[in-house]
């Protein structure tokens, strides 16, 4: 089973039924397929070679699903690119990847032309609504009809052949590719179905970047069942909405700030969203209270929290909250990220590999077919990482007697404090329980007295006030005294990843810093 | 990823869940689990060596479930019996399979004491429910109950390994066994659970014979997903409808044959069969009639086919009766068995192996990693069944431009009348819908004009009446006069497989005998 079974099925099975809803577009999955044949012919036309990279920016786009079948039917390897990184940082990842090719939108002109000049092995660009200019850039539609279709693969793919290379930011040094494998995807295009249920009556609405695994695997799930793929350009609570209602999408997943923006979104309930039956979310916890009140405005929806890594393809574990969790017995499980999925083993082990007891914090650990092969052309941090095909995923987690995990926080979110541990997680679910606020990050800082102290950024609701001392007078109902942030920041915003995590690296690192020119050393 | 792994997994994830129903037993999966080690324990101390054969003959109960998954941890290759075979076709498969082991459960102890003395390889039986008789017949709870557990499998079985032995009647001929591995249970496991969406709220019923794959690929996929386990000794329409509303049973698997007996039920209304989601039915096409019956005794209930054979493991395609099927432009559909699964291919061939035109007949073929290793010590059936990984179904069916597969016939079942081709579904279906109809089964006898003579053998409601003449007359509206049975013999009742599949190759044979026996010659 390859990626391109997943379209040859769907063009075999239902040639004629809605593949794609992009704008004012509608293609069936005969229109797919055809055009994605005339995509690798133009592709390979180009001279993209099997076994090569083919770098993609884009916003969310039918032409994203295209390149990503056309690329592999070449034979080429995906780079899928982070619209929101900045000019050095896309080129020195088409630099690492040695791509020749990339296919871009109009959008993203500005970006490539201020990154174009650092490239070193770019051949060949395919610009989406874009005009010819000179011989560097192409029209991504009319090379593709003016192509000869390429009708059979020009690669003998084989299942542990690296087919997708996914870079990720890391929380320190340079971005490192994630190499997965043609067995790595369909293994987790899979477990998307048994996890989720999906069948031929499922519409997808393409809603968080789809250069993000988070949405990514969809393209070949969603297309093996014989789905429909609905495209956002770019999230907005309305827009969101509105797709939902237009299309009656089905299944969608977003990340928790996603959903928070839909929470506070004044007209949700003048949106028809009865047709949805599932929204996940995952990339990061969900305050519990920002779950109740999503629970509230989609009263009629199964909720589920997927946890998993982009070296795991990405799924590891779920949770779907059942009523016994929201309203009966289980309460507790509210705050957990769930359960390993039939397909992948999950554990929470400490620093000597052994399972942890019930409530104690260890590392969790993943194995499966969906188990990354590796990062691209580094093998020490590879190795550091995956042992005995187990990827260790740096989040520390405690889990109950029935493989309940619960996350506690991310390694490096840790907070030594008086010799105390704070998990931040904690300390953030207390504070996002105040109606004043709106988003919240809680970090360690250097403090002289503590070591570290725990400090907490915090974005108000517009419109609300709140100081400090009303805060941790809130929080002191809910958390013990030692993990009160003794210190608060109030901030128009928080910076945020390209999937719309909260990047608390970047919170931390300023703190860091100026601590560092401070005290003339390292912390 | 084993069988082991599924119940390893559910007594990890839901210790304390109900994992089994059986008359007034309740086991949890921890106890399920428990009683697993014990009795591959006492298995083990029997003799039972890893790759040895062990038979099993009972009707429906949890211990069936037990052997299978200790059976497996002993790392021995499990054989199910069917328990309407004769005593001499009992021992002819214990003996081909060279079975050192045997468990049976006390209902069939006169069978083992009619074929015990034809045996050769039998080393130990163990009784359920039994009383210890000598040295020869060992009690299994007693034993269990005595045993040391055994923590860790005694084999380390790798994918390609058989697992499993399942002995198919077939038309012709010795039983053959179809050898399943690690690898072809699992696939079918997973597609299962993809096709059917199990998860850990589904309560299964064992309603069809657990020696029938038919039934016994819910053994593992259930476990897996961590739902519950029903058990129904033998099927009647009044114990299943009683489970059903017991237990509230979410999914089943019936054949026609069973289906048919609930639609016949004056008392179906009284049960309350709410908690029903999904009615699958298999191993013979079900007339469109019977089927719409069955539609209005369960009007909340989808309503799926599957086809598939031992030697897929089983499943290969499935028919969900949407509303545009059933009630809508698509009721062509109805006489359909389904599209392929995700996961397997299914392609309906000419006699060179060549894909056929859209509405024209050939024979049903599959590949998959769900396709059986072969055929247990028979090189050469087993290579002119699979031929480069395709298993050949010998059924023979029209495909339409949507890869909906509509079977024919069996390709055995093919009337030849007058150099007329008749499929005898087709003549089946016409006779059914006739009101007075209880069941009906079509075949060519010998005649000595027009080669062969489409006969029906029919039986009618308690009560009714009909006429051969009637019948034709009733025919003549729906089917060309060729396909008209020129000859009707009524019966109390039909001869039927242990699954419940009426036996057409019985009811044939006794036509082709006489024949024989009046002109001298073989057919």
Chains 1, 2 share one sequence.
Not at 60 to 77: D, K, L, P, W
Not at 191 to 204: E, K, P, Q, S
Not at 486 to 503: A, N
Request: charged share 20%; glycine share 8%; net charge negative.
């Amino acid at each position: 089973m390859l990626i391109q079974d997943t379209l040859e099925r769907a063009r075999r099975l239902y040639p004629q039924k809605q593949a794609v809803i992009d704008g004012d577009r509608r293609f069936s999955y005969a229109e797919l397929g055809a055009r994605v044949d005339r995509l690798a012919g133009a592709l390979a036309a180009s001279g993209l070679q099997p076994g090569a990279r083919i770098g993609v920016l884009m916003q969310n786009r039918c032409e994203y699903t295209e390149t990503y079948f056309a690329a592999e039917r070449v034979g080429a390897v995906l780079v899928p690119l982070n619209q929101r990184l900045a000019p050095l940082e896309l080129a020195f990842i088409l630099n690492d990847a040695q791509a020749t090719h990339l296919v871009i939108d109009a959008v993203h002109l500005p970006l490539y032309q201020a990154f174009c000049g650092e490239t070193t092995t770019l051949q060949s660009v395919l610009v989406v609504d874009g005009e010819r200019d000179g011989d560097a850039l192409s029209s991504y539609e009319s090379e593709l009809s003016a192509s000869d279709p390429l009708a059979a693969p020009l690669r003998d793919w084989q299942p542990d052949d690296v087919v997708q290379l996914y870079y990720t930011s890391g929380t320190t040094g340079r971005p490192k590719g994630v190499m997965l494998t043609q067995a790595n995807v369909i293994a987790n295009a899979l477990n998307g179905i048994m996890v989720m249920h999906f069948d031929d009556r499922d519409i997808w609405v393409h809603g968080t970047p789809m250069f993000h695994l988070a949405d990514a695997w969809s393209s070949w799930t969603i297309t093996w069942v014989g789905g429909t793929h609905v495209y956002l350009r770019e999230f907005t609570p309305v827009g969101y909405l509105r797709a939902l209602a237009e299309h009656r999408v089905t299944v969608s997943l977003l990340v928790p700030t996603m959903i928070n923006g839909i929470v506070n979104e004044p007209s949700a309930p003048d949106f028809d969203t009865s047709a949805l039956r599932l929204l996940t979310f995952g990339a990061s916890p969900m305050p519990v209270d920002r779950l109740r009140a999503a629970m509230s405005v989609f009263p009629h929806v199964t909720f589920m929290q997927l946890y998993g890594m982009t070296e795991t393809a990405p799924f590891a574990t779920a949770l779907r909250y059942d009523d016994d969790i929201v309203n009966g017995p289980h309460g507790r499980r509210l705050a957990s990220c769930g359960r390993e999925i039939a397909g992948v083993s999950v554990r929470v082990v400490d620093e000597s590999g052994r399972d942890v007891m019930p409530g104690d914090v260890g590392e969790i650990v993943m194995r499966g077919p969906n188990v990354m092969k590796g990062y691209w052309q580094q093998p020490e941090v590879t190795s550091d990482t995956l042992r005995d095909g187990w990827v260790h995923s740096g989040d520390m987690a405690t889990v109950d007697g029935e493989g309940y995990i619960f996350i506690v926080d991310r390694r490096k979110d840790m907070i030594i404090t008086g010799g105390e541990n704070v998990y931040s997680t904690e300390v953030e679910d207390a504070i996002y329980q105040h109606p004043a606020v709106l988003e919240a990050a809680v970090i360690g800082v250097p403090d002289p007295y503590w070591g570290e102290r725990v400090h907490g950024v915090v974005v108000l609701k517009e419109g609300a006030q709140l100081t400090a001392d009303e805060l941790a007078t809130f929080c002191r109902r809910s958390i013990a005294g030692y993990k009160i942030p003794r210190s608060v920041e109030f901030v128009p915003d928080l910076p945020k990843t390209g999937s719309g995590k909260i990047q608390k690296a970047a919170i931390r690192e300023r703190y860091w810093r100026e601590h560092e020119a401070a005290t003339g050393r390292r912390v």
